[in-house]
Every structure is written in C-alpha cells, then in structure tokens.
C-alpha cells in the first residue's frame, strides 16, 4: 500500500488519541472506596428540592420488576408501600421531593450497578454495598443490615440440614449477581455447581420443581416466600455476617455522582431520628430470627 500523505496520518492519529482517551473514559478504573461519598466533584449543594437530578424538579428513583414483598407491596413501587418503597419516598422527602416529584423507573437488577452512566438518580432494590461493585457505581450508607438465609421444601433433603457442611452435597441455587450466589460458592463451596437464575420467581420455580434442594435469599425475602409464596418450603438457617462490618443494602448511584453526598446525608439522617428503625419494625417484623448456620 502507499504512505498515507503527512495530513492523513496527523488526522488519523489525532482521531486514535480521542477515541483512545475516550475508551478510558468509559471504563471503570480502580478507585479509592466510594461508599457514602462520591467520587467525584462533590455536591456543591443539597438544597432542598433543588438538586442536580436528571430531569430537573424530578427525583427519578429504579428498581427490578416485579417488584418483590416484602420490599414493595402489589408489585407496585409507587404506592409508598413495602419497606424500600417507604425507604425511597422518605429520602425523597428528606432530599426535598415530595410524593408527586417522585418518577418511577424499570431497572434489571444487575444493570443497576453495571458499569456505565445510568438513567436514574438513585436505584434502590436490595443491592448490596460491595468494594466490587463500587468500581463502577457510588453507594449512599447503608440503609438495611442484612444475612443471607438458605429455603428448603419441607421434608426435603435440604430441610435438615443444620450446618454449612451439611449443604455442601446439595444442589442448591441463587439469583445470578446476588451476594446470596456469593455466599453458596465462597462460604458453602458445595461440591455440585449452584444453579443460577436470573430472577428470584425463576429460583422458587426451581425449588417447587425438585430441579434443586435448596435456594438462597436475603432473610425478608426467605420469610415471605415461606409464608405467602411456596408454604411448603421453611427457612433451614440463615448465615454468619463475613467480615467484620455487616452486609448492608446501599442506594446506587453515578460512579461520581453530585447527589452521592446528599443522598448518604439524607440517609444517616433517617437512620439517626429512627425513621428507618420505624419503616422496617412496619414492614420487616417477622423477619427477625431464624437459626444460625455454622
């Protein structure tokens, strides 16, 4: 082939440098840990009702759909019922929006915090805050401590198990991008490979089926699948928190977001006046024991 004439080659090699620059851009790079503060610029403001949210007067909030009990009632996000829905509107209303400022939108679960700008301003729908994750996306504090709890059919060869050795020859399953699948390979390291499933009602179909003995959950979830969805299955145990702080459910947002330090603010908050305390002794009472696998 010829030489490309000098003029090409600057213009081609000025493209590759913009192109080059931008690729890092897009991916995510290894940053200090994000949780309860952003990355980036810091907010300059928190006033109230008039953040620097995507669509400006509008708080525009994600979650998975369906939307699981107890964490939302009637598959309906909207309604200010289930404890993230009430979560979700009580920092909207601590962030200066009130009910009708308040846009709804559908977000798989693993998207939410994929790498990638996101469509929304916070998501909020059990993800927990992991050094993982927070490579490509910021976490508010934690609103929710919680374990990770194994279901088995009732007379199953799951549903006497009585500790983590006990589980390891079983088949058991998980949703896929969850800490509960994180938990069956890193903690149980069962001898069989788990089943993945891409939802949770995907699981619990699996488990009715005998296509595995055992499925993991968080522990609200573990209650009201036992009690309203398949009431032939029990709660064999729940497990040790791993590590020293506890596993906490975190609101996503922007890798760098303006809101992060809002956000966070606004949840300590609701931690610190009891707000939180009231919504899950409202929604999550029955979720509050089950035996400790060991």
């Known amino acids: 082939m010829h030489p490309a004439p000098r003029t090409l080659r600057r213009a081609v090699a000025t493209v590759t440098v913009a192109l080059l620059a931008t690729a890092v851009g897009c991916a ?43 964490w939302f009632k009637d598959g309906k996000p909207a309604n200010g019922q289930g404890f993230e829905s009430a979560v979700a509107y009580a920092v909207a209303k601590r962030l200066g929006y009130d009910k009708s400022a308040v846009v709804w939108q559908s977000v798989p679960f693993n998207k939410a915090f994929a790498p990638g700008v996101k469509s929304f301003d916070f998501d909020i729908n059990q993800v927990s805050i992991s050094d993982e994750r927070e490579k490509a996306v910021d976490f508010s504090s934690g609103y929710y401590d919680v374990r990770q709890a194994v279901i088995a059919l009732k007379g199953g060869k ?59 959950t968080d522990l609200p979830t573990a209650f009201y699948i036992t009690a309203a969805e398949v009431t032939d299955a029990k709660i064999v ?58």
């Open 237 to 294: 145990g729940q497990f040790e928190n791993q590590g020293g702080a506890p596993e906490q459910f975190g609101l996503v947002l922007d890798k760098g977001s303006a809101l992060t330090s809002c956000v966070t603010a606004a949840v300590d908050a609701l931690r610190e006046d009891g707000t939180l305390a009231g919504i899950e002794k409202q929604w999550l009472s029955d979720a509050v024991d089950a035996p400790v696998l060991k």
């Open 28 to 70: 995510p790079q290894p940053e200090e840990k994000a949780s309860a503060t952003s990355s980036g610029p810091a907010a300059k403001s928190c006033a109230k009702g008039k953040l620097a949210t995507k669509t400006s007067g509008k708080l525009t909030i994600a979650t998975d759909e369906p939307a699981y009990e107890p």
């Open 158 to 216: 799951a549903a006497k198990a009585a500790s983590i050795a006990d589980l390891r020859d079983l088949k058991l399953g998980a949703q896929v991008g969850t800490t509960s699948l994180e938990y069956i390979t890193s903690l149980v390291k069962p001898a069989r490979q788990a089943a993945v499933f891409g939802k949770n009602d995907q699981a619990k179909s699996a488990l009715k089926n005998g296509q595995v003995d055992a499925v993991v």
